[in-house]
């Protein structure tokens, strides 16, 4: 039956609003009996789009059918509040559920939430039979933490449906047994079944309970796996609420997952994290452990335990490993055809939990041995609790990705280090542009200069990871308090390291009138132009220097240069665009540069001119004898102050000039309180990597990634007008958190850095 006779009588030849004991049997309805008529509601679930009567039925949307006393079959939905009689409905558009299960339905918002969690059998199912002291583990606005339900509230909703909406109340896991991921004394969370990513039966509280109770529990289970979605097991007692279950025999939660362990119920049960599951010479692994795994080609490979268990037909624990990064014959979390958690498809493993290890590169109690094996030495495990004495380079272009892509890549993020973390990988990770100062002899404190080298930057560049202890030893040598776990910006950080640390000579030497400014990084500062929607960092550098009155003594070796805004909040403007080369030419004291208009030797600059529409917008007007008194002879220009500016005059003055170019190499930025960076990592346009040392958090542990985002590199060469009337919401997330989010931009002058 593919149209509405699936639920009328059509095939029968009669009216199709009357229902035949046929078409009772295949939905599943109660039959007309002679003593009276049946009026119960059997409410279902759209699960494919439909239009009725020129009305868009969506999925998602919660309905009954029912029957009134002449027999005659309606089926209603409820739109916008509103309640709506439909005329046809195909049975593969919707799905039967029970009222139990279209209440807890009814409390997820999100239309599509509801078809999702429906489609998951196995986690509706368990859903659906929660009680009083079952733990769940919950979806959270920023993190997922584990639960146990201690009331089921029925919340009185207004809608045509006759439904009350299920709630759950829940209070988070606390003490050394079950960790919540940082969510410390938190009481009694009201949540809906959309919100709920894994739920068990397993009870938590002392044990009363006999045997022969634990047994039917065990069986029970069972049925329940067997039982089609919406149906009841007779075995099952039904949900209680409220204090009905307060005094009721329960078992603790280790001997209930055992319960589960040997009934092989695995597919919906619980894998509590802090819950350790121990045999043999993996006693130390629990769920959320990070674990490296060999495969039997040899090659080693990092992820996380999202399940332990037996699995159906083994007999041994087994782990559900998501995996760092996607293989072949991996799955989406589903074992011989049964599902155990989530995942990305070809991310998901399953392994027996003895052939599992720690992961070497974030075990700072064991000394880690190398693996003897034909992968190369990037993608081993690495001994990253000693330091490594010796000097190493820059990772290469062509072993970037091989080395650093993935998580638990790069340097791991611990108590506000943010700004650290991503100022340290960007200067050091693919450049050489500030190493002088590893080796530079006569610092203030060598003991600080040895951390960073040989216990930060020689194992970044060796392994690709730094673990956060490593950092923390830095932080807590810096001489201030504040630096070990407060927040922090990039620019505190780089003017303590070099300045009342390591002594290091300023990066900048900036000539003010007659006065000479030294600063290691430099802010830009200027006026707001209502008429600038997207400036380049090349302008808004040349506009700051022209309005301060500021010109650079010498050729920086590495320009860090902080974008106008103030705070993490305030921006001057909504996008900015990092200049992939960055031409300081006219910005340079006493050198020889070119007239704006003929191209001979320019001796005066005019700040006026700049804003001169007439003018091509964007360059510094800078003249020579000739065309600035031309210019300036126009009316609208003769109020204009320029100035006189020196040059060489003992250097042949011949076009074209030299020009110095600075190469932009990496970008700090921060949306409010959480610094990450993009960091090019070689010449080609599209070698970039984006960098963010906490990306996810697992119990107390930040877990670093690194991405690689190739796009960055189309996205920088874009026009400004372009980027300027493009939509932020057709922008991708990388090049959105990019343009919009800049804090510091760093540049390099690969010529000067040979001689500095």
């Known amino acids: 039956m593919s149209s509405y006779a699936a639920l009328c009588c059509q095939l029968q030849g009669g009216c199709p609003l009357k229902l035949s004991a046929v078409c009772c049997k295949v939905l599943g309805l109660p039959k007309i009996g002679m003593g009276g008529i049946e009026k119960d509601r059997h409410y279902f679930i759209v699960m494919k789009e439909f239009t009725d009567s020129k009305k868009k039925i969506q999925k998602g949307l919660l309905g009954y059918f029912t029957r009134s006393e002449n027999g005659e079959l309606s089926a209603v939905v409820e739109l916008n509040k509103k309640t709506i009689k439909l005329t046809k409905v195909k049975q593969e558009d919707v799905q039967k559920i029970s009222k139990d299960e279209a209440e807890l339905l009814l409390e997820i918002q999100d239309m599509s939430h509801r078809c999702a969690l429906v489609q998951n059998e196995n986690l509706f199912k368990s859903i659906s039979i929660l009680q009083i002291n079952d733990i769940v583990q919950v979806k959270g606005a920023k993190e997922t933490w584990v639960g ?17 909406g299920t709630l759950f109340q829940v209070e988070s896991v606390e003490g050394e047994d079950h960790k919540t991921k940082g969510r410390k004394n938190v009481k009694h969370t009201l949540i809906n079944a959309g919100d709920i990513t894994c739920a068990s039966n397993t009870k938590v509280g002392p044990s009363h309970s006999d045997d022969k109770e634990n047994k039917l529990y065990s069986d029970d289970a069972e049925n329940w796996n067997k039982s089609p979605v919406g149906s009841q097991s007779p075995s099952l007692s039904p949900r209680k609420t409220g204090r009905e279950k307060s005094d009721e025999v329960s078992t603790s939660a280790h001997l209930k997952i055992s319960k589960h362990y040997s009934s092989k119920t695995f597919n919906s049960t619980l894998s509590i994290p802090g819950q350790k599951l121990t045999e043999s010479d993996s006693s130390a692994l629990e769920v959320e452990s990070m674990v490296e795994v060999k495969l039997p080609n040899n090659a080693i490979v990092y992820g996380v335990i999202r399940w332990i268990g037996i699995p159906e037909g083994h007999d041994s624990l087994w782990a559900g490993i998501e995996l760092d990064y996607e293989l072949n014959n991996a799955s989406d979390g589903t074992f011989e055809k049964n599902r155990y958690f989530c995942c990305e498809q070809n991310k998901a493993t399953f392994i027996p939990l003895r052939n599992c290890k720690p992961d070497a590169r974030f075990s700072s109690n064991v000394l880690k041995e190398v693996v003897n094996s034909p992968v190369p030495a990037s993608v081993k495990t690495i001994q990253d609790n000693l330091a490594v004495q010796e000097d190493v380079p820059p990772v290469r272009e062509a072993e970037a990705l091989q ?10 993020g611990h108590h506000n280090s943010c700004y650290l973390d991503s100022t340290i990988f960007s200067l050091f990770a693919f450049t050489t542009v500030v190493d002088s100062i590893l080796h530079m002899p006569g610092g203030h404190d060598e003991k600080i200069q040895r951390v960073l080298r040989e216990d930060i930057v020689n194992p970044l560049r060796k392994t690709g990871v730094v673990n956060a202890d490593k950092v923390t030893k830095l932080r807590k040598l810096l001489g201030c308090d504040t630096f070990i776990s407060a927040e922090k910006d990039p620019e505190e950080f780089i003017n303590i390291l070099l300045h009342e640390v390591l002594a290091v000579d300023p990066l900048l ?17 200027l006026e707001r132009d209502e008429k600038l929607t997207v400036p380049t960092v090349q302008l808004l550098l040349e506009r700051s220097f022209l309005s301060c009155d500021l010109k650079f003594e010498e050729i920086p070796s590495c320009l860090l240069i902080q974008m106008p805004r103030f705070g993490k909040e305030f921006k001057m403007f909504p996008k900015i665009m990092p200049s992939l080369e960055l031409d300081i030419t006219d910005l340079l004291s006493n050198t020889l540069r070119q007239c704006f208009i003929c191209g001979e030797v320019a001796e005066y600059e005019c700040a006026q001119c700049l804003l001169d529409p007439t003018l091509n ?80 958090r697992i119990g107390d542990e930040n877990i670093p990634e690194i991405t690689d985002c190739p796009q960055i590199g ?35 002058s690969p010529r000067m850095c040979l001689y500095k």
Request: aromatic share 14%; proline share 4%; hydrophobic share 35%.
């Open 148 to 164: 146990i339900v201690k009331n089921i509230i029925n919340s009185k909703r207004d809608n045509g449906l006759k439904l009350n």
């Open 403 to 412: 080395l650093m892509k993935g998580r638990m890549k790069g340097i791991q």
């Open 509 to 525: 030497k900036i000539r003010s009138g007659q006065k000479i400014q030294e600063s290691y990084c430099y802010q830009i500062i």
């Open 617 to 696: 917008p964007g360059a510094i007007k800078q003249y020579c004898f000739t065309c600035n008194k031309q210019v300036h002879f126009h009316k609208e220009r003769k109020d204009h102050q320029f100035r006189k500016f020196p040059y060489p005059r003992d250097i042949s003055a011949r076009s074209p000039f030299p020009q110095h170019r600075m190469e932009l190499f990496a970008v700090l930025c921060i949306e409010t309180s959480h610094y990450v960076s993009f960091v090019k990592y070689g010449p080609s346009k599209h070698s970039w990597l984006f960098f963010d040392s906490m990306a996810d």
């Open 714 to 748: 189309d996205y920088l060469l874009m026009s400004e007008d372009k980027l300027a009337y493009t939509d932020l919401k057709q922008l991708d997330g990388f090049a959105k958190r990019l343009f919009c989010d800049a804090y510091m931009c760093m540049y390099q």
